[in-house]
Nanobody
Framework: QVQLAESGGGLVQAGGSLRLSCAAS????????MGWFRQAPGKGREFVAA????????YYADSVKGRFTISRDNAKNTVYLQMNSLKPEDTAVYYC???????????????WGQGTQVTVSS
């Protein structure tokens, strides 16, 4: 079992930055691929970024490539999402997720956090 807790969301102006954190419980964090997803009002949940067990492989959605960076600190059981050059269309609830897969971009992650709201004003 892995429990996840996101933090770092908030209200920011367009062009600004936020860093989301996701703290994981359990001793097996380093053996889970981690991902960030988001869900805007009235829309389905979509993939944002993923990182492999060792952090050597990362994937990004085209919409965030070059603006967002996913990273992890296995010693702290934490995964991060640095979001720069934020746009109003980035407004959504952001979720982190964990899975035993080395890395995956699908919605089939085994464990999910409760989400944190990110609002970008124009």
């Amino acid at each position: 079992q892995v429990q996840l807790a996101e933090s770092g969301g908030g209200l920011v102006q367009a062009g600004g930055s936020l860093r989301l954190s996701c703290a994981a419980s359990g001793r097996t964090f380093s053996r889970h691929g981690m991902g960030w997803f988001r869900q805007a009002p009235g829309k389905g949940r979509e993939f944002v970024a993923a990182i492999s067990w060792r952090g050597d492989i990362t994937y990004y959605a085209d919409s965030v490539k070059g603006r967002f960076t996913i990273s992890r600190d296995n010693a702290k059981n934490t995964v991060y999402l640095q979001m720069n050059s934020l746009k109003p269309e980035d407004t959504a609830v952001y979720y982190c997720a964990a899975d035993l897969a080395y890395i995956t971009t699908s919605l089939s992650y085994a464990y999910w956090g409760q989400g944190t709201q990110v609002t970008v004003s124009s």
